[in-house]
């Protein structure tokens, strides 16, 4: 797939499987939601007290870590439902890998500090994370 495979492989252990499925719904969601989901996210951490760490992914700073228990409360049940639902894995099971895939993800699709503007820009970050190509 690309860049974040070893990353995600890492997490999992070497084992992938539904980790690399929870990549995958994770990467849908955010094209299905194209800027107004990253701007949606934003605002959810924003309103949890979480403003500052999504703020450190989407700058050129160093990633601030977050704990499931604060993921969790940002994304919501929904979202974690729908993360989860075809991987086979546990939202309590998917929290961890998310806690530290979603920092990645965000910032690789954010390299210039700031939030795409445009959908077109968010799918081309996308494509690049899921083929691993430019700016890897």
Not at 23 to 51: I, K, P, V, Y
Not at 78 to 83: D, F, G, P, V
Not at 96 to 102: D, E, G, N, T, V
């Amino acid at each position: 797939m690309g860049l974040l495979d070893g990353l995600l492989q890492g997490l999992t252990g070497g084992q992938g499987g539904s980790g690399g499925g929870l990549q995958q719904a994770l990467f849908q969601m955010l094209q299905q939601g194209g800027t107004e989901g990253l701007s949606g996210l934003a605002r959810n951490f924003q309103s949890q007290g979480l403003g500052d760490i999504f703020s450190s992914w989407v700058s050129t700073g160093e990633n601030q870590p977050i704990h499931p228990e604060q993921l969790q409360n940002a994304l919501g049940a929904e979202t974690l439902q729908r993360l989860t639902g075809g991987t086979g894995m546990s939202v309590q099971a998917a929290l961890p890998l998310l806690a530290q895939l979603l920092p990645v993800v965000i910032d690789k699709l954010t390299p210039q500090g700031q939030l795409p503007q445009s959908n077109n820009l968010l799918h081309q970050g996308l494509a690049a994370l899921l083929g691993g190509g430019k700016g890897s």
